[in-house]
């Protein structure tokens, strides 16, 4: 039984593990993934300018989904449209799982009585399940695709991974 009713994602999740090439390990630990159409046009308009995206079409374990924003994270400016969406679905289905990363988009779906994690909890999940060897080359690979991550943090996850010395 999962543990989670659906699980989802806003943009950023998808486009770090998509540069790790570890995008499949979505679907392994959470089986389907949700995106609401926000995320499809901001890794639309990241594919536009050059960036590498994950083809989300052919992806048979992502379901896009429409969803109604409320107000109250519409006046929340500095929100971007994909973590609002995502937060907003959130709100909607009942034990999910919020794949989000970025700091005020988290602060919001906690305060609403969201679960959330982020790329970094998934590698961490991804290797304590076994599909991948190691926590630490994983995320100085995030350093280098230019994901914003302290020292501090790096090291609670390497804690928690077993990576210490």
Do not use: C
Request: glycine share 8%; aromatic share 4%; hydrophobic share 45%.
């Amino acid at each position: 039984m999962p543990e989670y009713t659906l699980v989802i994602s806003d943009t950023s999740p998808l486009f770090y593990l998509e540069q790790l090439d570890q995008i499949e390990l979505l679907p392994k630990l959470y089986g389907e993934i949700i995106v609401p159409h926000a995320v499809v046009d901001e890794l639309s308009a990241g594919a536009q300018l050059g960036e590498r995206v994950p083809n989300l079409a052919q992806l048979s374990w992502i379901t896009v989904r429409s969803v109604n924003v409320p107000n109250s994270l519409r006046s929340i400016t500095d929100l971007g449209k994909g973590e609002a969406e995502a937060i907003a679905l959130g709100l909607e289905i009942t034990n999910s799982l919020l794949l989000l990363d970025d700091r005020l988009g988290r602060q919001v779906a906690i305060q609403n009585g969201l679960t959330v994690t982020g790329t970094i909890g998934v590698l961490l999940r991804a290797k304590q399940k076994g599909l991948i060897p190691l926590l630490a080359p994983a995320l100085s690979e995030l350093k280098r695709a230019r994901f914003r991550i302290s020292d501090q943090v790096i090291r609670d996850a390497l804690e928690l991974a077993g990576e210490t010395s």
